[in-house]
């Protein structure tokens, strides 16, 4: 289900390993406000399809995602602040989306009202606004909304 791991530019793309889990929980505590703990990467691991990019042996970024009944989901994405609008979220996005794009029709994620960036790369890709999830991320200051998002990879939406 993972495909080959790919070699882009410089960096790879491979399956996570518990291995791997100090580093993305790292990741996860830099970019998140309330971010997973190590115990939901390594159950991610078991029942999940889970990658990271990485820089020679270094960890930069990692995805978490699911697939069902021909619609995949996101459930989990990041990259390291220090190699954030680089271009290393769009090329882990693109390869996500090859990957699944052999057992689904439809990509589905959320993303905080916040995170502009994110919001315009997904955009970029062909991701649409389907709804809002009121109060669906904790903050440290409170609760914020999601934005649903999805692609439809047979016919481009």
Request: a negative charge.
């Amino acid at each position: 289900m993972l495909g080959k791991p790919t070699l882009t530019g410089l960096a790879n793309i491979r399956a996570m390993t518990n291995n791997d889990v100090p580093s993305v929980s790292a990741i996860e505590l830099q970019v998140t406000p309330h971010p997973w703990r190590a115990n939901q990467f390594i159950d991610s691991v078991l029942k999940h399809q889970c990658i990271v990019l990485t820089l020679e042996t270094e960890v930069i970024g990692y995805a978490i995602y699911t697939i069902v009944a021909g619609e995949a989901e996101i459930l989990n994405i990041a990259i390291h602040q220090a190699y954030q609008g680089k271009g290393f979220g769009r090329q882990l996005l693109d390869y996500l989306m090859d990957v699944v794009s052999e057992n689904a029709e439809r990509f589905y994620l959320e993303v905080r009202v916040s995170n502009e960036a994110a919001i315009h790369l997904y955009q970029e890709v062909g991701f649409v606004e389907i709804c809002l999830r009121r109060n669906y991320y904790k903050t440290s200051a409170g609760l914020e909304d999601a934005i649903v998002m999805a692609k439809d990879l047979q016919f481009g939406l």
